[in-house]
């Protein structure tokens, strides 16, 4: 580990609990920030690729009806 690195852990242990929550969110969401790109543009793509099918009349929708009433079945089974 870096001098840094454990400079910055020693001083996050002398930290309130909140403080250390509120730490943990903003590196954790720095994480997120850095992946997000990625797995948006791979999930626009999906997105898109499903609308035109929907549009082009490739598929066949399941009413909301059907969707729970097969959920029920499997729940009760």
């Not at 910055?8 to 929550?21: F, K, P």
């Not at 997105?47 to 066949?60: P, Q, T």
């Not at 399941?62 to 009433?69: G, K, L, Q, W, Y």
């Amino acid at each position: 580990m870096s001098k840094a690195f454990e400079e910055i852990a020693r001083e996050a242990t002398q930290l309130s609990r909140e403080q250390r929550l509120d730490l943990a969110s903003m590196l954790l969401e720095l994480n997120e920030d850095s992946a997000d790109g990625d797995v948006s543009a791979v999930w626009e793509e999906e997105i898109l690729a499903r609308i035109r099918v929907v549009d082009e009349n490739e598929v066949d929708g399941v009413s909301f009806e059907a969707v729970m009433r097969e959920a029920e079945d499997r729940l009760t089974s």
